[in-house]
């Protein structure tokens, strides 16, 4: 970001371009996925298994499966984090991915696991 007021910071999100906005959905990686490609962050994909860290009491330490990310608005939803609607049918929770680590990748994308390997084969 260039300016550091919060309220230009917040509009430069909001109206930044597709694939800008797509890294803005990365999160940590786990200790042990960080040893291994030697990256500290990867996007967040379909199908990874992610622990939340922050949030509310009912919602933080679940780990669950990513079941959509939604690339607009940033947020991803987890697979067991829910919120009740005004008529008591449960839906998904949507959670910003900073809010996330992730545990174990998604490793079906031949093209993600070659981008993050490159780190590795350099050393």
């Known amino acids: 970001m260039v300016s550091s007021k919060a309220r230009i910071q917040r509009k430069t999100q909001a109206n930044a371009t597709a694939h800008v906005k797509r890294k803005m959905l990365s999160a940590h990686l786990s200790d042990d996925l960080r040893k291994k490609y030697g990256k500290r962050t990867a996007r967040v994909c379909k199908g990874d298994t992610v622990i939340v860290v922050?949030?509310?009491?009912?919602?933080?330490?679940?780990?669950g499966k990513v079941v959509n990310v939604y690339t607009k608005t940033g947020r991803v939803?987890?697979?067991?984090?829910?919120?009740?609607?005004?008529?008591g049918t449960e839906t998904e929770r949507p959670i910003h991915a900073s809010n996330l680590v992730i545990t174990k990748l998604n490793t079906e994308d031949a093209w993600r696991m070659d981008s993050l390997s490159k780190k590795e084969a350099k050393e």
């Open 54 to 63: 922050r949030g509310n009491a009912d919602i933080k330490n679940t780990e």
């Open 77 to 87: 939803a987890v697979e067991g984090v829910t919120i009740k609607q005004a008529d």
